[in-house]
């Protein structure tokens, strides 16, 4: 197969499986982590938040705990049993649909930030942050004990790997 024909066709199939900005979409969803879901087949990063990754551990007073893991149980508990609506806003780093998700009609990356299981991002917009404050204040999750900024141990990472 020729080269142009290649290319073609992967735009294609691009064009028609990536949400376009400012569609929505709506459906069951599949909790990826702590801060990216599935919706209708489609892959989308919540916009504003940024939780611990999967593998990522938190220091809580006397014992380590599986943040990355826990911040993927709340948002399925923010989810279980609702239809998600996700706005897509654009693409993520990632490559993902960046979308505003909700849920019983609940901003569900607002929700990850409250209950402290998230962190709002510096583009986030200020009820996020006040979320994420209010989290603080009070000790919740993550804000319980000692932690690493999720990008920060993303890049870590990516570092030891080097």
């Known amino acids: 197969m020729n080269r142009f024909l290649v290319t073609a066709v992967s735009a294609v199939l691009f064009?028609?499986?990536?949400?376009?900005?400012?569609?929505?979409?709506?459906?069951?969803?599949?909790?990826?982590?702590?801060?990216?879901?599935?919706?209708a087949g489609q892959k989308i990063d919540l916009q504003g938040i940024d939780a611990?990754?999967?593998?990522?551990?938190?220091?809580?007073?006397?014992?380590?705990?599986?943040?990355?893991?826990?911040?993927?149980?709340?948002?399925?508990?923010?989810?279980?049993?609702?239809?998600?609506?996700?706005?897509?806003?654009?693409?993520?780093?990632?490559?993902?649909?960046?979308?505003?998700?909700?849920?019983a009609g609940y901003d569900i990356a607002e929700g990850m930030a409250h209950t402290g299981w998230a962190m709002a991002t510096e583009d986030a917009p200020s009820r996020y942050k006040k979320a994420m404050l209010g989290a603080q204040n009070a000790g919740r999750a993550l804000w319980r004990g000692r932690f690493t900024s999720p990008w920060v141990w993303r890049a870590n990472q990516e570092e030891a790997v080097k």
């Open 52 to 103: 611990p990754e999967l593998e990522q551990t938190c220091s809580w007073p006397k014992k380590e705990i599986d943040c990355g893991l826990i911040a993927k149980s709340a948002l399925m508990d923010l989810t279980a049993g609702a239809s998600v609506i996700c706005d897509v806003e654009g693409l993520g780093e990632s490559g993902n649909a960046l979308g505003v998700c909700r849920a």
């Open 15 to 39: 064009l028609t499986v990536a949400p376009a900005f400012g569609e929505t979409i709506t459906g069951a969803s599949r909790i990826i982590d702590g801060d990216s879901l599935e919706v």
